[in-house]
């Protein structure tokens, strides 16, 4: 029988501490900035441009793969990127695969990759040369992530070079892949500590990709599923399945799940990630879901169940409530209508959550809104707690970046839209003239933001609009910039770049 449970106020202050992964001087460990997944930084003294022919504020730059959607990670001395195998690094290991790979923070030098062969038991589960789409999460000397396969692994950042840990100790079948004779895992192998496969384990079925940053709170895990629609895009083949899992970081036990019923109103997939804020007295999980909603749910308590507890959901609202429809399968490849989803995180702020719901970006409406959420309510706040909706264009993917009383943005038409947090009023808009899938970074006074079109834009940040520069790159940008320890890191789809003021 599933149990609810929610926070005692003692809990909540160490609960939102706890949020904070463990990280040497200003490191980056997940995505988004501490607890909150907020895109801003406070790294200072980053360099206004870079010159990646000439090598001007580039400390260094290696390559990845030849398609990279995943937000670059820093910490304790290493940074994680996913990318595909379209540049394999170990001959053994060819062909369509999601890689995680581990470099050097000073050189550049690759430490490990972890290679995952392709899900193909699921039709469309694991899209051609997408590959390892999740930026990790980093605390102390393991790695939380989520594979191509629809995998929750926990790594060991120093991978195979000090030997095997366990318990898991089957990373030969896992590199070779099914019906395939083990490898030999070599020094520059990760090594598995612990796997949650969420297709056999829960149930989901993946559609696409496997997308979500996982969210540490103390000993927990909470993850997005990215269950979603069959190759057919006419049903959901597991509509009762979690959209949000949270498992113990220590053993990868299953804890706890959702019970919205998303699956039942997904329109194409579940990609968004969680974030926590406080409201009314409570540690909330904020999580955009596949189906339009924006959730709130309790955070877990500890210590944990005995058996898998069900997420309390505290209030959920409606992204688009004018799209609402009872079949959202008959509006796929409608251009014009149809219902939303949501796919960056939900960002917390001085008690609202700013997210962004949008026609889904394959299928779907070229329609997107920025929405300002009261963060403190109950029930269906979907009339209530909505401060203002502010119209992006085409669609929106992005996570907000919030800070100095406003809000950075970007959308697929290739604008950033800068909005003042109060009241959603622009203040000004940026034509990038490219395709923004990624996020802004606010950091330094400046706002980094990359292009499809291969342009990386730095913009002043503030009521003024301003452009500090523009840098042509070799390939399209899909991540997010990061920055961490004075470097800004740049992902393209083949080329990974840190950038810092040359001494």
């Given amino acids: 029988m599933d149990r609810r ?26 995505w988004g900035a501490r607890h909150s997944r907020n895109m801003v930084s406070e790294e200072t003294g980053l360099a206004d441009s870079f010159d990646p022919a000439g090598g001007a504020n580039v400390r260094w730059a290696v390559p990845l793969g030849t398609h990279t959607n995943s937000t670059p990670v820093v910490a304790g001395g290493r940074v994680y990127v996913g990318t595909n195998n379209g540049s394999p690094r170990d001959p053994r290991l060819p062909g369509d695969r999601g890689v995680l790979m581990c470099f050097d923070e000073a050189t550049g030098k690759l430490l490990w990759q972890l290679v995952v062969p392709k899900l193909t038991e699921i039709t469309n589960a694991d899209w051609y040369d997408i590959g390892i789409t999740s930026p990790p999460t980093v605390e102390g000397d393991r790695v939380y992530l989520v594979t191509n396969r629809c995998e929750v692994v926990c790594l060991d950042a120093d991978g195979m070079a000090d030997g095997n840990d366990g318990p898991f100790t089957d990373e030969g079948s896992h590199l070779a892949g099914a019906g395939n004779p083990p490898l030999q895992p070599a020094a520059q192998d990760a090594d598995i500590v612990w796997l ?15 997308n979500s940053s996982p969210l540490l709170i103390g000993d927990r895990l909470y993850v997005g599923t990215s269950n979603g629609v069959e190759h057919t895009h006419k049903r959901v083949p597991a509509p009762d399945a979690p959209s949000l899992v949270v498992l113990d970081k220590r053993t990868g036990r299953l804890v706890a799940k959702d019970a919205a019923g998303i699956g039942r109103r997904l329109f194409h997939g579940q990609w968004s990630s969680p974030s926590l804020g406080e409201a009314g007295g409570k540690a909330l999980i904020f999580f955009g879901g596949g189906d339009g909603f924006l959730y709130a749910f309790e955070a877990l308590p500890e210590p944990p169940a005995e058996t898998p507890a069900t997420l309390r959901q505290v209030w959920a609202f409606d992204g688009d409530p004018a799209g609402r429809a009872e079949d959202p399968h008959a509006f796929f490849d409608n251009r014009r209508e149809g219902p939303s989803v949501i796919i960056g995180m939900p960002v917390f702020s001085e008690g609202r959550v700013y997210v962004a719901a949008s026609g889904d970006t394959w299928h779907g409406k070229r329609a997107s809104a920025l929405k300002c959420v009261e963060a403190n309510g109950s029930g269906d706040v979907s009339k209530s707690a909505q401060v203002w909706s502010y119209a992006t264009q085409g669609h929106c993917l992005s996570t907000p970046a919030v800070g100095g009383g406003l809000v950075y943005i970007a959308d697929t038409s290739g604008r950033v839209h800068c909005l003042d947090a109060a009241t959603g009023q622009a203040v000004w808009v940026h034509e990038a003239k490219g395709e923004i899938y990624g996020s802004p970074l606010l950091a330094d006074g400046k706002v980094h933001v990359g292009t499809t079109r291969r342009e990386f834009w730095i913009l002043a940040a503030g009521r003024e609009k301003r452009v500090v520069s523009r840098v042509t790159l070799g390939s399209a940008m899909y991540a997010s910039p990061v920055a961490a320890n004075g470097v800004l890191y740049v992902a393209t789809d083949t080329t990974l770049y840190a950038v810092r003021k040359n001494d």
Avoid: K, Y
């Fill in 5 to 30: 449970v929610g926070w005692t106020g003692t809990a909540l202050a160490a609960a939102l501490a706890a949020a904070i992964p463990c990280a040497q001087a200003a490191d980056q460990p997940q």
């Fill in 196 to 210: 949650f496969d969420m297709v056999a384990e829960a149930g989901v079925r993946p559609h696409n990709a496997s």
